[in-house]
């Protein structure tokens, strides 16, 4: 496959990681072939796309590894799969909570690297208030962010969601990218972006601000 | 599928110190902010763009830009946006994630302090905060908005697969989505509460021309009809004044604009409509304050225009402060 990166953003993209990085990130990125019903006609150019994006990024530094599991239910089921591909950033702050269900392509991109970011820091920057809020859900949490890779106020939603899971290891945030999954977008009435659905009960469109998106999760939790 | 892979070029939130006096403080980064840190970069000013939703601007919604000179072929949005960025970071503007909420005044100095109550002194402010689509004029706006009425056809289009649309509006913008919604569609509906388009000559001719675009004219609409979801729009003949509803999943709308101009609302004086006063030299009422592109008074909202008030802004705010200076 051609590569995806413009040695520019390559260049660009090497002198954020050198300057940022501090511990180790692992990519690990769940796959299966051909046959399985997660692979149709129209999703295996995304799977293949989205192994070479995470192939590149992590190409870029040493401090990034990539592992890829096939077809292995196993490990799907200890981290949770439950679509494919799915993308997750495993490091200091996170253990299995942080996924990218999809390609993590165009404005999405961004959220990706940021993510690398904050994870490799075992920092975010949500708002010490936020922090704070996020730490105290005792409950688990499950956020959905539904993106188009064309929305360019969609990264707001994904960073926020992605954000309070390096928080609390008791949220789960997921990207779904909609056009690689009909049927879910089907179920959850996705008509635009970003689509937030959290523990199946609350639902919202549009970038909220941090300090919104987090009373809905609340409004959630505070109800159970 | 889509392969462009956005990079971010923001610093977020990185840590500045509100003792540093800044020279510039440009406010929103979509076409004439950003060129108005170009230019402020080259000059080797101080200079912040406080952005706060995403670095690009309206414009980074539009699918196809026909009319930006250097681009014969035509050019996204986003690719366009994204290069004056990359541009503006390149000649050291710095583009923080905030959002700007007050301008105070310090002897001849300004301070800008934003929704997380960071201060910001500066010798010059640009106000580049655009403007925002005017929400479609029916009742039940809130209660569809995002779940079939929706005011980005880039980001929404896919989920209207084989449905039928409608888009309210008859301008360039209206014009472009619609086109772009035939590649998703089974069926667009342009309403349109006059008798002929006000889009450029170009984009009827390929309007016209699409066998899947079909018309409303002379309607405005009424109600949006539907339970959960959208299942039609009612529209209303402004002549006849009959009413019909149009059996339609989404509805996109793209009838205009409002300023952002709520931030110097009693610092600067507006126009009747909200939008900024300004001279030829892009000056407001206040001396060191600047505004460009869709949020002041301007006859025509392009990017081409922003960016030449970016140009001018710029231009005006360096002989301000040498002024300042003397
Ligand atoms: C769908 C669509 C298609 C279009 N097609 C074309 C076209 O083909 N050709 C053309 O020339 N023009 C086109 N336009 C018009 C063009 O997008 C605008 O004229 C242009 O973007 C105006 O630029 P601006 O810099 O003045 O403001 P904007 O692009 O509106 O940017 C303002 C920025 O300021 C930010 N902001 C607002 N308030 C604050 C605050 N308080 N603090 C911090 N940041 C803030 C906003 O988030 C935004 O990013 C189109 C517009 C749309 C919506």
Avoid at chain 1, 111 to 132: C, F, M, Y
Avoid at chain 1, 144 to 162: D, E, G, N, Q, S
Avoid at chain 2, 250 to 269: D, H, L, Q, Y
Avoid at chain 2, 292 to 300: E, H, I, N, Q
């Amino acid at each position: 496959m051609e590569k995806l990166l413009k040695e520019q953003d390559v260049q660009y993209i090497k002198e954020l990681f050198d300057r940022d990085l501090v511990d180790p990130v692992e990519l690990v990125l769940f796959l299966e072939s051909e046959g399985s019903d997660k692979v149709t006609d129209a999703n295996s150019q995304y799977l293949l796309a989205t192994e070479e994006i995470a192939r590149e990024v992590s190409e870029i530094s040493d401090k990034i590894s990539l592992t890829i599991y096939k077809d292995d239910k196993e490990k799907e089921k200890e981290y949770g799969v439950k679509e494919i591909s799915a993308l997750f950033i495993q490091g200091k702050n996170t253990d299995k909570n942080v996924v990218f269900y999809g390609i993590p392509s165009g404005h999405e991109f961004s959220s990706l690297l940021e993510d690398i970011v904050n994870v490799s820091q075992g920092a975010t920057r949500l708002s010490p208030a936020s922090k704070e809020t996020a730490r105290n859900i005792k409950v688990p949490v499950e956020i959905l962010v539904f993106i188009t890779p064309t929305c360019p106020h969609c990264p707001r939603a994904v960073k926020t969601a992605h954000q309070l899971a390096m928080e609390n290891k008791l949220i789960k945030a997921a990207m779904i990218e909609a056009n690689e999954f009909p049927e879910l977008s089907k179920k959850y009435n996705v008509y635009s972006v970003p689509k937030i659905v959290i523990n199946e009960k609350v639902q919202f469109e549009g970038a909220l601000p941090e300090d919104m998106f987090i009373n809905k999760v609340l409004s959630v939790v505070d109800g159970s | 599928m889509n392969e462009f892979l956005t990079v971010p070029m923001v610093k977020e939130q990185e840590e500045m110190t509100s003792d540093i006096l800044l020279d510039m403080v440009i406010l929103g980064a979509g076409p004439g902010g950003l060129t108005a840190g170009i230019y402020a970069g080259r000059s080797g000013l101080n200079v912040v763009i406080l952005e706060k939703l995403f670095p690009g601007g309206q414009i980074a919604v539009s699918s196809r830009i026909d009319n930006y000179p250097g681009f014969p072929d035509g050019v996204s949005g986003t690719e366009l946006v994204r290069g004056m960025e990359k541009q503006a970071v390149k000649f050291g503007a710095r583009i923080v994630m905030e959002e700007a909420m007050r301008i105070g005044k310090e002897g001849t100095l300004f301070v800008v302090e934003t929704v997380g109550h960071k201060k910001y002194k500066t010798k010059t402010i640009i106000i580049s905060t655009g403007a925002d689509p005017v929400k479609l004029p029916v009742p039940e706006e809130e209660k569809f908005r995002g779940r079939g009425i929706s005011y980005c056809a880039t980001c929404d289009a896919a989920f209207f697969k084989e449905k039928d649309v409608a888009i309210v509006g008859g301008g360039d913008t209206a014009i472009t989505d619609a086109l772009h919604l035939t590649r998703f569609a089974n069926k667009v509906i342009i309403v349109h509460r006059r008798s002929e388009l006000r889009a450029v000559k170009a984009l009827q001719e390929e309007v016209f021309a699409n066998p899947k675009i079909a018309f409303q004219w002379d309607s405005i609409p009424s109600h949006v009809v539907g339970d959960e979801k959208v299942d039609g729009l009612e529209i209303k003949n402004v002549k006849t004044k009959e009413k019909k509803v149009l059996k339609v999943n989404g509805i996109f709308a793209a009838i205009g604009t409002i300023p952002n101009s709520k931030i110097v609302r009693g610092v600067v004086e507006l126009d009747e409509r909200g939008f900024i006063k300004t001279n030829h030299n892009r000056e407001t009422s206040v001396p060191g304050i600047f505004a460009v592109g869709d949020v002041r008074d301007t006859p025509l909202r392009q990017v081409i225009t922003a960016a030449g008030d970016g140009a001018i802004a710029e231009f005006s705010a360096e002989n301000y402060i040498k002024s300042m200076e003397r």
